[in-house]
């Protein structure tokens, strides 16, 4: 037992400390910045490149609830109309906000993407219990869902944690397209958990439909039937990301 404690204490502290303010590799793609003054007249390379349709052009945009931060319009555009920061902080609580224009920088993201209601701090601001629902996913969402509660990100500690059943959470978290086999397994889930309750979108494929948004293997009927509270978008989304996202909103 002495041996273990030693061996703990001499681990220290590993969670990041400031997880508002933590830094991230440089080559992480996040946040895009889009400057239509380079535009070539009448060039489109960037979307057609996108697997996603997430790029408009006149104007140019990005939809980041489509993006699946692959980087080839980057690649794609000779003009250097688009770069990708590594700016992590990217949830939002409307779906507009989620579409990038030509000139809005990330500092004004920041500030109007996520609105705080003091109702949702009132009730979850101390404790948080989520039930993660994986309609069809990958699992690339669900593994930085798991990654959320490790020892480096230690999401447990602001009290958030994620739950065995919705009978016990307070929210359900939604990651892949969400499949016809999943539709109503996703509604039963949403209808155990107790009101007053939050939903939470996570990845491009439960945003949008990613990759995937054409297959007849889906039914998303769940998404205009149910108000999204929170958008997580990604694919997948970083830990660092989805934690600063439910801590702004909560």
């Not at 107790?194 to 990845?203: C, L």
């Amino acid at each position: 037992m002495l041996d273990l404690i030693k061996l703990r204490k001499q681990h220290g502290y590993q969670a990041i400390p400031d997880i508002k303010n933590a830094k991230i590799l440089s080559t992480h793609r996040g946040y895009p910045v889009i400057d239509e003054s380079k535009c070539v007249g009448g060039c489109s390379d960037c979307k057609n490149v996108c697997s996603t349709n997430a790029i408009k052009v006149n104007p140019l945009s990005i939809d980041l609830g489509k993006c699946i931060f692959c980087g080839e319009c980057e690649r794609a555009c000779q003009a250097g109309a688009i770069k990708f920061t590594n700016e992590y902080k990217l949830g939002s609580t409307g779906r507009d906000n989620l579409i990038i224009t030509s000139g809005k920088l990330f500092v004004d993201y920041e500030k109007e993407a996520i609105e705080s209601r003091k109702e949702i701090h009132k009730i979850f601001g101390s404790s948080l219990k989520l039930r993660q629902v994986s309609a069809g996913g990958c699992n690339g969402c669900e593994m930085e869902l798991a990654a959320c509660g490790n020892v480096n990100f230690d999401m447990g500690r602001f009290g958030i944690d994620f739950v065995a059943s919705p009978r016990h959470a307070d929210g359900i978290v939604i990651t892949g397209p969400i499949t016809k086999n999943m539709a109503p397994a996703l509604m039963d889930a949403y209808k155990s958990v107790n009101s007053p309750k939050i939903v939470i979108a996570v990845g491009a494929c439960t945003i949008s439909g990613g990759v995937f948004e054409d297959s007849e293997a889906l039914n998303r009927s769940f998404l205009s039937e149910i108000k999204i509270d929170l958008y997580i978008p990604g694919c997948p989304p970083h830990p660092l990301t989805i934690i600063n996202a439910i801590l702004d909103f909560i």
